[in-house]
């Protein structure tokens, strides 16, 4: 199970990465230059997301090395940076609207990767979780926890991505024009996406020190859950007054909202059992395959609507990655479920 757990992510990578290449090299069909890259660039966050799994799960089964601690989370980084870059890159020497409008899309899918990344840094102590939760009371200091220092620097890393988001968001919107309208849009749903992973990032983080209290218990699900919310119905409501400029930034945002639900399922559960028991436990991991479900499955509309009208084209391509990625935090939650059951 441990080694499926681990293929899940990889998997999904590769299906990211053969897809988004297939569809650059179409040519044909108005924004297959957009998906294509967007698809490629969604790699990076399964990359990411595999660095947690195999951090976790080398933890459970004895196995996490000196070397595991320190090349796992630079994978992770080096997927996001290098992202990152190639989404600078594309927005600011690209020679088309399609490369400027994926190249701003490839930089905020890099910044979730980056604080994808996080989790697996933050979580190279995970063990201590459910010791903590077993054997500690609230606020004793563990002997083996995070420096103060470290704390706060991976605290940091998704707020700091979630504000550099979220303003640059912002800038496009303002700019009033077509292709800023679908770059500024999209970049609003990948900073609430980012604003999710603080919530993740902070429960592991302050489980570990042991500063996990009762009263926050279900504050960062509910915050996970509102940041997924409001990505539907801003998805939704751009495209009530209908424009061909709104439809592949509302579906989009309409998958990276379900992207939030299934990071969601991850602080759920470890919220859910923290010192206690909780029997459903083993049920939360399928929130991100009903997740998952529903992009493959808006997905496959969305690809017999885009025969009839091209502006489908793009979202019903984006969605089959969105999908791939909730698949792979199914891998995710199930290992915390082993890692946290009793």
């Not at 490839?106 to 010791?131: D, E, N, R, W, Y």
């Not at 903590?132 to 991976?154: F, G, H």
Request: glycine content about 8%; charged content about 10%; proline content about 4%.
């Amino acid at each position: 199970m441990s080694i499926l757990f681990r293929i899940i992510p990889l998997a999904m990578g590769v299906i990211c990465l053969a897809f988004g290449m297939y569809v650059r090299t179409m040519s044909i069909g108005s924004g297959y230059i957009i998906a294509g890259n967007v698809l490629i660039a969604l790699t990076a966050i399964c990359i990411a997301l595999f660095s947690t799994a195999a951090t976790i799960i080398r933890q459970l089964i004895n196995k996490f090395s000196r070397a595991d601690r320190i090349v796992l989370p630079i994978l992770g980084y080096t997927a996001g940076v290098i992202t990152c870059l190639c989404g600078i890159y594309l927005f600011i020497f690209g020679k088309t609207t399609d490369d400027i409008v994926s190249g701003n899309v490839v930089f905020g899918v890099g910044l979730i990767a980056c604080c994808v990344a996080t989790v697996a840094i933050s979580s190279a102590k995970f063990t201590m979780i459910p010791q903590n939760s077993e054997n500690l009371t609230y606020k004793d200091v563990p002997s083996n926890r995070y420096s103060n220092s470290r704390y706060y620097a991976y605290f940091s890393v998704p707020i700091v991505a979630t504000a550099i988001a979220l303003i640059y968001a912002s800038v496009l919107i303002g700019r009033n024009t077509p292709p800023d309208f679908v770059a500024g849009h999209v970049m609003v749903g990948l900073g609430l996406v980012c604003a999710s992973l603080i919530a993740l990032v902070g429960t592991v983080l302050r489980q570990i020190q042991n500063k996990f209290g009762k009263k926050e218990r279900w504050i960062w699900s509910v915050f996970v859950g509102i940041m997924g919310s409001i990505c539907i119905i801003w998805g939704i409501a751009i495209m009530i007054p209908y424009s061909a400029a709104a439809v592949a930034p509302g579906f989009v945002l309409i998958g990276l909202g379900m992207i939030c639900y299934s990071i969601s399922s991850k602080v759920i559960l470890l919220a859910s059992v923290w010192r206690r028991n909780e029997p459903l436990a083993n049920r939360i991991p399928l929130i991100p395959i009903v997740t998952a479900l529903t992009c493959l499955f808006l997905s496959a509309f969305l690809f017999e609507t885009s025969y009839l009208n091209s502006n489908f084209f793009v979202p019903s391509h984006i969605m089959v990655g969105l999908g791939a990625v909730c698949f792979t935090l199914f891998a995710i939650v199930s290992i915390l479920e082993s890692g946290t059951s009793k």
